[in-house]
């Protein structure tokens, strides 16, 4: 069994910062992917970003150039870094890993970009 803690979420102007941290524990082996997924009210759930083993990253077009995701392997720990934020970037995010052949989710944090 993984857990997955998520932090760092909360309300910011637009223009603000944020950083999110993912915290995995449990029977990890090792962590294969680890990403960050986001749901905003009446909308799906989308991929934010990605980061592989190796330090691989993929982002959405909607997020680059403002997110930064990255990964500490010895902590089993994961972070988005996001600046420039906007009020289109509210909703609840959502840590995802996979190790091996499964994959496990937190439970979500939530991030208001408002004035």
């Known amino acids: 069994q993984v857990q997955l803690v998520e932090s760092g979420g909360g309300l910011v102007q637009p223009g603000g910062s944020l950083r999110l941290s993912c915290a995995a524990s449990?029977?990890?082996?090792?962590?294969?992917?680890m990403a960050w997924y986001r749901q905003a009210p009446g909308k799906q759930r989308e991929l934010v970003a990605r980061?592989?083993?190796?330090?691989?990253?993929n982002y959405a077009d909607s997020v680059k150039g403002r997110f930064t995701i990255s990964r500490d392997n010895g902590k089993n720990a994961g972070y988005l870094q996001m600046s420039s934020l906007k009020p289109e970037d509210t909703a609840v995010y959502y840590c995802?890993?996979?190790?091996?052949?499964?994959?496990?989710w937190g439970q979500g944090t939530q991030v208001t970009v408002s004035s």
């Open positions: 980061i592989g083993s190796g330090g691989s990253t």
């Open positions: 449990g029977s990890i082996f090792s962590i294969r992917v």
């Open positions: 995802n890993v996979q190790i091996t052949l499964l994959e496990y």
